[in-house]
């Protein structure tokens, strides 16, 4: 057995809503092992993972996985079930998982998952696992489980990252970790977005952060506007530390001067010698040390947010309670052995640490860490209160004087936090802080959240819930609007109309497509950047404020979808197109992978599709959010009965398109009067021009408004390159355009008759990785559509041999009857233009399906300037005034 490969799919996609991974796993040798071969199998694999008896598999009920190893299955779906409990061992346990037989030897196991680099190693222990089992060998668990949550601990959020991330999913907010390994979040889309990184935003003032690093200057500046500080002065060596203890009087308190986390600090010392040790240990932390008037009283932590008070504790140092037995040593192990506590930041309490300040802090009461302690003697074991050093927390927010409150609220005002961490030592926080000893000891940036959302006692505060709804007050926008486009022909095209539209209507766009990354109008990355990279980097954009995203089937099925969900999803059609690809092998798998897209959409969006073509129904099953029709018949027996529900459609009647809404018709314009269309004539672009519009409709324009934007969107270099650009060339023309299947073949064919040129000749190629019935067909529809063919080949060839793709192409066009005189064959793409380009005779029309479009423009632009100084020219056709070819 072994991992062929390990795929990662961290958003919605076609197995799964949820971030699942893709393992495909060679059984090998075990192909064809049945559980039920084997009587003890069962017993070892229980011995090591005794969780497994609680696995329901599809019985749905307990000990049904159980069930199914007794009576019989591979080990492919035992792997699936070992992952996902070794997931649960390492405390970051998921449900879903599903195997499926493959080729040969080969299983695919789909399970989710919620750490990478955690599920990696889970993955290829769960098939050592099961190898040990099948071969009766010995397998040691806890190794793995060690090293897979040392990687939990790494990579996952925190405590109060997660608490500030559950609370933007429960207010419907978006959010994208920005780098692996860090809590660095971007909150939220486009303009209307945010970043953090725990509790520090991007409104968090550098400065403030490092005035509040700044212990002494904080001191300063609380001091200066009459706020309680103790008094200090920072010192750098042993001789100026006893010196300033002196000046303060003890006793006194010695910390790092830009230390954090209670490193370092030590309180209430009472002699010169254990200021010169408490000077030593803080010096390992920082070259500069604080000494400092100690507060005697209880320490508090007040948590202030934008001004406000959102909750309070007071801390507690790290502490054991004796029972007569065991030594301190002892006691901390076994408390450090509490599943609350953990490495870090990681759990609500980090485990109690064991060094220098810990035995310093034992020694200043007369123990060391072998002491054994009476019953029910409690023993600190830590000067400090931090959580970070091990200890634990109260709530006291009811119980807190408004003075008081106002005075953490003016610390945090006067250092420029917006966020922050007050601590401060009072006698009794009930009370007025006049009249009593205490004051403020420290304001921090970046607090932890952990002692206010899981306090040892009191009542848990949902700070993460005031924090996000100051970051997004109610009511605010939080998101920008999310247009995804997908289908088989026409997307890119209706991708480039709805960001036209948007950006008529007045909002800064953001657009990935077929050809590359485009804000607000104009290309800043050229590429294929349909997939999540492309939907990702236009939803970062911190200006952008409508996102259109072309999304292909490519990178759904490789990596899914690149956002959440979209306010408005569109599906322009489905062909047979990609069959033989990525395991698509019938229609309805494609189907299957474009309703994603369907699915992924806010409740109160709405999801376009065509009801011309026979997938509609399939695809309409799976949609949420409201649904909009559009169609080139008056009288699509869908479209009737979604109107006769109160339904929206939009559809053509005598070259009119028509909106409906129930029986409420709009007329909405000519189909002729749109420029795209080419006076009409074009009924593919008639098609991708409904479909931005019910687009449109449904994103709150009226299909008249929408109208208005559209009506001059041409089908030109500048507003749809590549998309039946027509230029003219003297006496002939020649049309651009980057079909490469039957349908597109066929569509086109259907406007070069109706633009009735002399003849047409065919530039076309078909990518290699489409399977061959699908390029004969292609071949077959090209000899239809056009009276002459040049087929060349694509210089990617995807894995074809050189003229394999010609040869399936040629055999499509003799299969429909076309005059092999009337085929030409061609090596390289600029060839076959070159020949065309000479090839043509007055009224003929050269249709040129490209891979590459610079090499065809170059050759183009190569061949008007000896049109040229023939006086053939003429200017490219206007699309705003299209002609017919004459």
Known sequence: MKIVELHFFSGRNIYSHRPVLKMLLDLEEAACFRTDADPGFVGRLLAVLPGLEEHKCSRRRRGGFLERIREGTYLGHVTEHVFLELQSLAGVGREYGKTCTGPGTLVQIIAEYCCRQVAEILAAA????????????????????????????????????????????KRGIPYQLLEEGTSLYRLGTGKYQKRIQASVSEETSCIAVDIACNKPLTKKILARHGLPVPPGKVVKTAAEALEAAGEVGFPVAVKPVDGNQGRGVLLNLLSPAEVERAFVLASAYSSSVLVESYLAGKHYRFLVVHGEVAAVAERLPAHVIGDGRRSIRQLIEEENKNPLRGEGHEKPLTKIPIDNLTVEALRRQGLTLETVVPAGVKVSVRDNANLSTGGTACDVTD????????????????????????????????QLPEGQVGGIIEVNAAPGLRMHLFPTAGKPRNVGEIIMEKLFPPGRQVRIPVFSITGTNGKT???RMLEYAMRRHGLQTGMCCTDGLYYNGVLVKAGDLTGPAGAAAVLAHPEIEVAVLETARGGIVRRGLGYDRADVAVICNIRPDHLGQDEIKTLEDLVHIKSLVAEAVYETGAVVLNA???????????????????????????VRRHLSKGGRALFVHRGTIMAAQGNRVVLVGKTRDFAVTFGGRARHQVENLLAALSACWGFGLSPRQAAFYLRNFAANPQDNPGRSNLYQLGAFSVMIDYGHNADS??????????????????????????????????????????DVLLIKEDEDLRGRRSGEVAQLLKQG??????NPAWMHFFRHERDAVRYALKAALPGDLILVFYER????????????PSARLQGKSKPAVSMENPVALT
């Not at 086109?748 to 067909?777: Q, Y």
């Open 126 to 169: 769960a098939v050592e696992l099961v190898r040990a089992v099948l071969h009766k060998k010995q397998y040691d668990l806890q190794p793995v489980l060690l090293e897979a949550k040392r990687m939990a601990a790494l990579y996952l959020p925190g405590p109060s990252t997660q608490a500030l991330l559950q609370a933007a999913r």
């Open 399 to 430: 119980l807190v004087h408004p003075r008081q409150s106002a005075l953490a609220a003016a610390a945090a005002r006067l250092v420029g936090l917006d966020i922050a961490g007050v601590d401060m030592v009072m006698q009794d926080i009930t």
């Open 493 to 495: 095209t209706v991708t």
């Open 612 to 638: 011309d073509d026979p997938s509609t129904h399939a695809i309409a099953e799976h949609v949420w959010a409201g649904l909009i029709y559009f169609s080139l018949q008056e009288d699509n027996i869908t």
């Open 745 to 786: 073949f066929t569509k086109m064919g259907e406007l070069a008759r109706k633009l009735k040129p002399n003849r047409t000749l065919a530039v076309i190629g078909v990518p290699g990785d489409r399977c061959d019935d699908l390029i004969t067909a292609a071949g077959e529809a090209a000899a239809r559509a056009f």
């Open 813 to 818: 066009a003799l299969q429909a009857g076309k």
């Open 853 to 864: 479009l610079d090499t065809v423009l170059a050759e183009i632009d190569a061949f008007v």
